[in-house]
């Protein structure tokens, strides 16, 4: 019998390493981008917010409070969002411990810091830009600090970074303000509004868990805003049997909190 992997059309899926290899690693730390390199995986997502002073870094939640310590250094601050705080502040907090003890001392990453991290480990980013409704005018902030860093060079653009979110109106504003960079959308639209989210991204980026077949089949038949096919890389999955699932489906990605049992599976 076939597996589902070798009926398969064309190459395998990229394996890209959710938050950094965030089953191994406390996630969006750049310890979990260096675990992501150990395991030999070139690909990891990161999700990005603004501080109080206008500058970026890289957390999940839009408050401190699972993640860092900043419950107890910052008592009197609740609700904790990371909108409130200066970069110096976040700073000061530990970003590793809640993971486990050896990770103690762990911070919470700015982008630049971020990006340094990734280029020196010869790593591709799909950056996430988190909540943009809680940060007006992101986009542009994220891509002056990408520029600023050589990230917007020619060799980057075309093969290292990927800029996606949940907000439609972000993934259009960076398609706008850079139209060269590759852009996803997070999220699963109807079939029939393809069309017109394919005028502004390269990728459309859903959930594993109400993936078909049929909808990866119809991304694919359009080409996104580069000309290119149309994409898919799909998220969460953690195991071996989803992962040779959703590959069975044709998708171009699999971002996994596992990469090296997603590799081991697909690759
Ligand atoms: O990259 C896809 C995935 O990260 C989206 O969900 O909540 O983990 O940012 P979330
Ligand atoms: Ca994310």
Redesign the pocket.
Same mark, same amino acid.
């Given at each position: 019998q076939t597996s589902p992997v070798s009926a398969r059309q064309g190459t395998d899926p990229l394996v890209?390493a $959710?938050?950094g290899a965030s089953a191994y690693a406390p996630e969006n730390t750049l310890a979990a981008v260096d675990k992501a390199e150990e395991l030999g995986i070139d690909w990891v +997502?990161n999700?990005v917010q603004r501080t109080k002073d206008g500058q970026l870094v890289v957390l $999940?939640d839009t408050d401190l409070k699972r993640t860092t310590d900043a419950e107890q250094v910052f008592p009197d601050r609740a609700p904790w969002n990371v909108k409130d705080f200066t970069a110096a502040e976040i700073a000061r907090l530990d970003a590793g411990s809640w993971f486990g003890a050896e990770w103690a001392g762990a911070r919470v990453p700015t982008l630049k810091g971020y990006l340094d991290a990734v280029e020196d480990n010869r790593q591709k980013l799909?950056l +996430?830009i988190?909540a943009p409704e809680l940060y007006p005018g992101i986009e542009k902030d994220i891509l002056r600090v990408l520029r600023a860093e050589g990230w917007l060079d020619r060799a980057h653009v075309r093969n290292k970074l990927v800029i996606?979110s949940?907000g439609a109106d972000s993934v259009k504003a960076v398609h706008e303000q850079r139209p060269d960079v590759t852009t996803g959308f997070?999220g699963a639209p109807a079939v029939a509004d393809l069309p017109s989210y394919a005028k502004f991204t390269d990728q459309i980026?859903p959930?594993h868990s109400t993936l078909t077949a049929e909808y990866v089949a119809a991304v694919h038949r359009l080409k996104g805003a580069h000309g290119k096919r149309l994409q898919v890389?799909t998220?969460?999955v953690n195991d071996a049997a989803g992962a040779l699932r959703v590959a069975g489906f044709g998708v171009d990605g699999i971002?996994t909190n596992n990469p090296d049992v997603v590799r081991d599976a697909v690759g």
């Open positions: 890209i $959710h938050r +997502e999700d $999940h799909l +996430e988190k996606q949940f997070l980026n959930t890389s998220w969460t971002i």
